[in-house]
């Protein structure tokens, strides 16, 4: 009997033991799990500062930095970044030798400088004199670009690279590019390409030996990049040739040639004359035009007379002393055809005319005055070499407007607009229509009533169009507004206007024609105005712990919003003292 119980004793210390290992292990699972799940710890990036041979400092700053006393290295790893001689180098992993002078930088590699941003994979520099090697990289400055794959840097602004691309085309990939042998460019100043190919679209276009092209964003002088043009079987190309005169104005000239036409000249002006004032001016044109020289459509001059072809197109805005503005625009060409051939040079193809106006203005804050003279040139002709005199123009239009003034002091108020213009023309005051019997008019005689046209040149008010005159066109108003009450404000007014014509045309002998008609008319209104207001309560607890939302009159109308349907609204709920 006391061995049985001995052994179940012993049973049981073997079973306490096992359960005891399990409870164990099952602790030391815990506790590397747990260790393996935490959080990471924060690590502050370190940070130090070496100086060169010359004394200047270089600081230093990545998430981990082992140093070597020995070999004289500092290894950095994970947001490096190293700010020396004015600019900020940026990588995943870096290098530096004390001794030397050298980093070498890797994986994600940023260099930037006020005026230069450099990115690439891997780069090996000196921060002693600011040279050395960056591999597939490209630099940037404004929107000039070049890359390489391997960059060598000569300098704090200067490069140079072998088989490298040049391009100041901000598009993605670049509509534009040269490539060459070699590059040697300085940031800032200009680029010496050589052995450079022009690209387009991709696609390889030109060669050129030698060229030389700016790396800054400012304005200077020399030629831009060529115009090429291409139109069905025509081919044009352009050199322009910048000319920065001053800090106020600039030019560009163009020369240009078209395979099937000949040589163009272009000019573009621009000034600034104060910093609200501008202008600019577009001029050009064909010493002889061969293609335009040939064509059999215009009718009325010969080849030689009509090859010569040129267009002005001038826009200014001028203020001057005292509120005045001077407005200018001004649009001529050659023939009717020149806006249509050339849209990219002048506006107005597709439009009825050409506008050219003059105009000087002075705006108050109550009154406005101006005088302008408009030209236009008639488009809607089949001859393009047609003159110019059926055009009807504007010479000159006076205006005088103002805004309600109060007369004397008093509740009445004025405001007027006076209006005066001058409908000019070189032709005839009216066009000499020739009728079909009994049917609409076929046309316009300009033959001033030759034998040998059927226009009598004489003016007939049953059949002619007038087309030159004078106009006068008075607009007063007179107004006494008042209120009724808090609740509705009234606007009477009196307008009258008065429109007095004046047409130079003789009326035949007979004819009850008035050549100097009038129109006028007197026009009463009444404008009534209320406003229909309502705050709804939302119950929010005020500061000083009231829930009523109550409002006071004064808040719920205003006496600026009382209107005549405040009396239909429920009184207020009374305040709940305190």
Same mark, same amino acid.
């Given at each position: 009997?006391?061995?049985?119980?001995?052994?179940?004793?012993?049973?049981?210390?073997?079973?306490?033991?096992?359960?005891?290992?399990?409870?164990?292990?099952?602790?030391?699972?815990?506790?590397?799990?747990?260790?393996?799940?935490?959080?990471?710890?924060?690590?502050?990036?370190?940070?130090?500062?070496?100086?060169?041979?010359?004394?200047?400092?270089?600081?230093?700053?990545?998430?981990?930095?082992?140093? %070597?006393?020995?070999?004289?290295?500092?290894?950095?790893?994970?947001?490096?970044?190293?700010?020396?001689?004015?600019?900020?180098?940026?990588? %995943?992993?870096?290098?530096?030798?004390?001794?030397?002078?050298?980093?070498?930088?890797?994986?994600?590699?940023?260099?930037?400088?006020?005026?230069?941003?450099?990115?690439?994979?891997?780069?090996?520099?000196?921060?002693?004199?600011?040279?050395?090697?960056?591999?597939?990289?490209?630099?940037?400055?404004?929107?000039?670009?070049?890359?390489?794959?391997?960059?060598?840097?000569?300098?704090?602004?200067?490069?140079?690279?072998?088989?490298?691309?040049?391009?100041?085309?901000?598009?993605?990939?670049?509509?534009?590019?040269?490539?060459?042998?070699?590059? %040697?460019?300085?940031?800032?100043?200009?680029?010496?390409?050589?052995?450079?190919?022009?690209?387009?679209?991709?696609?390889?276009?030109?060669?050129?030996?030698?060229?030389?092209?700016?790396?800054?964003?400012?304005?200077?002088?020399?030629?831009?990049?060529?115009?090429?043009?291409?139109?069905?079987?025509?081919?044009?190309?352009?050199?322009?040739?910048?000319?920065?005169?001053?800090?106020?104005? %600039?030019?560009?000239?163009?020369?240009?040639?078209?395979?099937?036409?000949?040589?163009?000249?272009?000019?573009?002006?621009?000034?600034?004359?104060?910093?609200?004032?501008?202008?600019?001016?577009?001029?050009?044109?064909?010493?002889?035009?061969?293609?335009?020289?040939?064509?059999?459509?215009?009718?009325?001059?010969?080849?030689?007379?009509?090859?010569?072809?040129?267009?002005?197109?001038? &826009?200014?805005?001028?203020?001057?002393?005292?509120?005045?503005?001077?407005?200018?625009?001004?649009?001529?060409?050659?023939?009717?055809?020149?806006?249509?051939?050339?849209?990219?040079?002048?506006?107005?193809?597709?439009?009825? @005319?050409?506008?050219?106006?003059?105009?000087?203005?002075?705006?108050?804050?109550?009154?406005?005055?101006?005088?302008?003279?408009?030209?236009?040139?008639?488009?809607?002709?089949?001859?393009?070499?047609?003159?110019?005199?059926? $055009?009807?123009?504007?010479?000159?239009?006076?205006?005088?407007?103002?805004?309600?003034?109060?007369?004397?002091?008093?509740?009445?108020?004025?405001?007027?607009?006076?209006?005066?213009?001058?409908?000019?023309?070189?032709?005839?005051?009216? &066009?000499?229509?020739?009728?079909?019997?009994?049917?609409?008019?076929?046309?316009?005689?300009?033959?001033?009533? &030759?034998?040998?046209?059927?226009?009598?040149?004489?003016?007939?008010?049953?059949?002619?169009?007038?087309?030159?005159?004078?106009?006068?066109?008075?607009?007063?108003?007179?107004?006494?507004?008042?209120?009724?009450?808090?609740?509705?404000?009234?606007?009477?007014?009196?307008?009258?206007?008065?429109?007095?014509?004046?047409?130079?045309?003789?009326?035949?002998?007979?004819?009850?024609?008035?050549?100097?008609?009038?129109?006028?008319?007197?026009?009463?209104?009444?404008?009534?105005?209320?406003?229909? $207001?309502?705050?709804?309560?939302?119950?929010?607890?005020?500061?000083?712990?009231?829930?009523?939302? @109550?409002?006071?009159?004064?808040?719920?109308?205003?006496?600026?919003?009382?209107?005549?349907?405040?009396?239909?609204?429920?009184?207020?709920?009374?305040?709940?003292?305190?």
């Amino acid at each position: 009997m006391l061995a049985r119980t001995a052994r179940h004793f012993a049973s049981f210390l073997d079973h306490v033991s096992s359960c005891r290992n399990l409870v164990l292990a099952i602790f030391v699972l815990a506790t590397l799990l747990s260790g393996a799940l935490a959080p990471n710890p924060a690590f502050g990036a370190a940070t130090t500062k070496v100086l060169t041979k010359s004394g200047s400092p270089i600081l230093i700053s990545a998430t981990t930095m082992f140093g %070597d006393s020995e070999k004289q290295t500092i290894e950095l790893v994970g947001d490096v970044q190293i700010t020396f001689e004015g600019q900020t180098l940026r990588c %995943d992993r870096a290098l530096l030798n004390k001794e030397t002078g050298q980093l070498i930088a890797e994986g994600n590699l940023i260099l930037a400088s006020p005026t230069t941003y450099v990115e690439g994979t891997r780069a090996e520099l000196s921060y002693e004199d600011n040279t050395g090697l960056i591999f597939e990289g490209f630099v940037k400055s404004g929107q000039v670009l070049f890359e390489g794959k391997v960059l060598r840097k000569t300098g704090k602004d200067t490069y140079e690279a072998e088989r490298a691309t040049y391009t100041a085309c901000t598009t993605c990939p670049p509509a534009w590019s040269f490539s060459g042998s070699r590059i %040697d460019a300085e940031m800032g100043a200009y680029a010496h390409i050589r052995s450079a190919w022009f690209y387009l679209g991709g696609i390889r276009f030109f060669w050129f030996p030698y060229l030389v092209v700016p790396l800054k964003s400012e304005r200077q002088t020399g030629f831009l990049f060529p115009l090429y043009e291409i139109d069905g079987d025509s081919f044009a190309i352009g050199l322009p040739f910048f000319w920065a005169i001053s800090r106020s104005q %600039d030019a560009t000239l163009t020369t240009k040639h078209y395979s099937r036409r000949g040589w163009k000249a272009l000019l573009n002006y621009r000034y600034l004359l104060s910093e609200e004032s501008s202008g600019e001016l577009n001029a050009g044109g064909f010493i002889q035009d061969r293609h335009f020289s040939v064509d059999s459509q215009p009718p009325s001059q010969s080849g030689n007379e009509r090859s010569g072809r040129w267009f002005i197109q001038h &826009d200014q805005l001028y203020n001057l002393p005292g509120g005045f503005i001077n407005r200018a625009k001004l649009a001529l060409v050659s023939d009717l055809r020149y806006p249509r051939d050339f849209p990219e040079e002048i506006l107005g193809a597709g439009e009825p @005319a050409l506008e050219n106006r003059l105009s000087l203005t002075k705006n108050s804050e109550s009154l406005h005055s101006s005088i302008e003279a408009a030209y236009y040139v008639n488009l809607l002709k089949h001859d393009p070499l047609e003159n110019n005199s059926d $055009s009807v123009h504007r010479f000159p239009e006076l205006r005088h407007s103002g805004t309600d003034r109060s007369i004397l002091g008093s509740r009445f108020f004025l405001k007027w607009d006076f209006n005066y213009i001058n409908f000019a023309r070189e032709d005839f005051s009216y &066009d000499d229509v020739v009728a079909n019997t009994g049917g609409p008019p076929k046309e316009i005689d300009r033959s001033r009533g &030759d034998i040998n046209h059927a226009g009598s040149g004489v003016f007939n008010p049953e059949t002619d169009v007038i087309r030159a005159g004078q106009r006068l066109d008075l607009r007063p108003e007179l107004s006494a507004p008042f209120r009724i009450g808090p609740y509705l404000d009234v606007l009477p007014s009196i307008q009258m206007r008065y429109t007095q014509y004046s047409f130079n045309v003789t009326t035949p002998a007979g004819n009850a024609f008035d050549p100097m008609p009038t129109r006028h008319y007197i026009r009463g209104r009444l404008a009534i105005r209320t406003q229909l $207001s309502r705050v709804y309560d939302l119950g929010s607890e005020d500061e000083t712990g009231d829930e009523t939302g @109550a409002i006071e009159e004064t808040d719920r109308f205003p006496a600026s919003e009382a209107g005549v349907f405040q009396a239909l609204q429920p009184p207020p709920p009374p305040k709940r003292p305190l």
